[in-house]
């Protein structure tokens, strides 16, 4: 099946530019999803389609997409930025959704 | 407001069976896909099972297949997962989350979860 492949965590200065990558087998032939979720709390989309942002999110937050690997960027990180965040596909091939492991975000 | 309020969580035995429920408010109920995701306590987030606006095409995780049944009731604005089988794996939150019924289109909006026990 297909998996997709986070870093476990990833730290970052605030104000500084946190990216955090998803890996997987030609994952720029797909439309990746962004969650984030915080600790006690449901998880919030944050990118979809590779790229947009649904209403209410910040933009500070986009994505890109290419090759093997998707890419979750926030620019000018907050404290309250400081969370898991979770990349997604479909696996046409197996019927499934697929999640990434998770990203922890620490801001230091 | 739009809004998805799980319930039917709790504990139970292995070998038993649990239904939950999610009720659907603010929005079109019947025009969206909906999903079933699980999250194992201090794991990641696994999906379980959708099912398509009208019902017609059920897909499943591996890991659930032949035990867990989702359906759903578009008159009542409610989403079921019946689970049958349990074992201790299943023990997790289990969050319903809606998705626009087009392609594969990304979960976006999400209720808060029933936590589901399997223990003896």
């Known amino acids: 099946s297909f998996v997709l492949t986070q870093p476990p965590s990833v730290s970052v200065a605030p104000g500084q530019t946190a990216r955090i990558t998803c890996e997987g087998s030609n994952i720029g032939s797909d439309s990746v999803h962004w969650y984030q979720q915080k600790p006690g709390q449901a998880p919030v989309l944050v990118v979809s389609d590779d790229r947009d942002r649904p209403s209410g999110i910040p933009e500070r937050f986009s994505g890109s997409n290419s090759g093997n690997t998707a890419t979750l960027t926030i620019s000018r990180v907050e404290a309250g930025d400081e969370a898991d965040y979770y990349c997604q596909v479909w696996d046409t091939s197996s019927g499934h959704w697929v999640f990434g492991g998770g990203t922890k975000l620490t801001v230091l | 407001q739009v809004q998805l309020v799980e319930s039917g969580g709790g504990v139970v035995q292995p070998g038993r069976s649990l239904r939950l429920s999610c009720v659907a408010s603010?929005?079109?109920?019947?025009?969206?896909?909906m999903h079933w995701v699980r999250q194992a306590p201090g794991k990641g987030l696994e999906w379980v099972t959708l099912i398509s606006y009208d019902g017609s095409k059920k897909y499943y995780a591996d890991s659930v297949k032949g035990r867990f049944t989702i359906s759903r009731d578009n008159s009542k604005n409610t989403l079921y997962l019946q689970m049958n089988s349990l074992r201790s794996e299943d023990t997790a939150l289990y969050y319903c989350?809606?998705?626009?019924?087009?392609?594969?289109?990304?979960?976006?909006?999400w209720g808060q979860g029933t936590m589901v026990t399997v223990s003896s």
């Open positions: 989350a809606r998705a626009p019924p087009f392609g594969n289109a990304a979960f976006d909006i």
């Open positions: 603010g929005f079109t109920f019947s025009s969206y896909s």
